[in-house]
Structure formats: structure tokens, C-alpha cells
């Protein structure tokens, strides 16, 4: 079973990087793991809501604040790779994101996604606990600021609902893994790392907290 969501994620972003590529950070906030791979990735544009964050992001060549539920400052078929990690649970109209990161892909690009998966019991329990108690574990679990805990709307994140979306808007998977990772919100109360992963173990697949996923235009695999 897969614990580690980045682990999975270098295998999607091996693949969906070439030498030259120009990449989309959606929702970068104030850090990107495309940092490891600016030796492919030639030009780093980040885009978010919380212009205070991504204009302290030291990772990109270009900041632009704007809202990735609305249409994209961006010409039709300008990158290589659109990347959104943890993003898509806050979307508010994930069919017209989605169909924004297709517009604005080339016909060879494609779209790496990680986020949270709502079909997972422990995931959908604490949709459960109130808001202030959320922030708690967060904090004190994870260790996130409080200022960088986002509210979620959760419109596109089971598998099915993911793939629905993936697909009205124009995509094809290419690789889609469910991880298990909660033990990440036990990380700093000794023993809950453990007993978090123990409970996922026994879950199904597509029942783990996590979903990594990557898309490649339709058309590659339909002319192909
Ligand atoms: C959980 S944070 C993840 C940040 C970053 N991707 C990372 O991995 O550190 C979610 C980010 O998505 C951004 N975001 C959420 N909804 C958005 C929207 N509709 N438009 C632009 N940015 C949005 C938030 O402002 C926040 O920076």
C-alpha cells in the first residue's frame, strides 16, 4: 500500500515533463514541489486566489492572482503541464476549472491533480467534526498555519465524481492511485501516525484518503 502521495507523484511528473517544458502551478500558494524540476521545466507560471501567498512563492518566473473557478489569463494551448495539488477540494466549479486546464494545455500536455478523496469513511467522518475542531487537528497534527487552511467544497472528489469531471471536460486518465495518507495529520501526537495508516490499510483501494491522478487531452488517445 502507498503511504507517500509525492512518491507517486515524481512517477506522473517524470513522465508528463520533458526537457523545455512551461508548467502551471493551479493553486500554488507559498511553495511548489515543481522546484525539483526546474532543470525540465523552463518556464514556472503560479496562479491563486491568495495573491499574499503566491507572491511569496520563491519558486516561480510569474505570479498571477486570479480565480481558477473563472476562465484563465492564459492563451489557449500554452503549457506543457498543468499541476494542482490539494486544489481541486476547494473549487467551487471544478467542470469549468477543468475545462479552463484543458483550454489552456497543449494537445501533448498533461494534467497532474492530487487532492482528497471524500469516498474514504475516515475522510468523510471528519467532513462530519465541526470546522473549529478541523482547524485543531490541522494545526496541532499536521502542523499547517491557520492561515493556510482553505474552506473546501469537496464537488469533484470521489473517483467517480473526479473521473466525470476529468472527462466532461475533455480528459483521458493516465494514471489514476489512491494513497494512503492520513498518517500525515497524526505526524506530531505520538502513535496517531501509526494508527492512522493501520485503520487505511484496511480499507479498500478507492476508499484511501488520497487521490493522485494524471490526464492527457482526449484527442491524443482517441486519434491514436
Ligand atoms: C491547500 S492549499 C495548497 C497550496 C499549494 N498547492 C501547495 O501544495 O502548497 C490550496 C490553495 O488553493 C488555492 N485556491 C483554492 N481555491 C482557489 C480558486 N478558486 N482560485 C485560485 N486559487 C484557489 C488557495 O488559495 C490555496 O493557496
Redesign the pocket.
Known sequence: METDHTVVERRLLDEALAPGAVAL?????????LRDYRDRIVRLVG????EA??RENPYLDEFVP????ERLPFADESFDLVY????VE???HPDR?FAEWRRVLRPSGRLVVLTTNRASPLMAASGRVPESVRLAIKRRGAGAAEG?V?PTAYLANTPARLAQTAASAGFEPVSVVFVATLHRYGARVPGAGGLLTAAERMLPAGRRSTIVAGYEPASLTSSS
Open positions: 502551478d493551479a493553486g500554488c500558494g507559498r511553495t511548489t514541489r496562479v491563486d486566489s491568495d501567498a503566491g486570479a480565480d481558477l473557478d494542482a495539488n490539494f486544489v476547494h473549487l467551487r476549472t493556510d482553505y
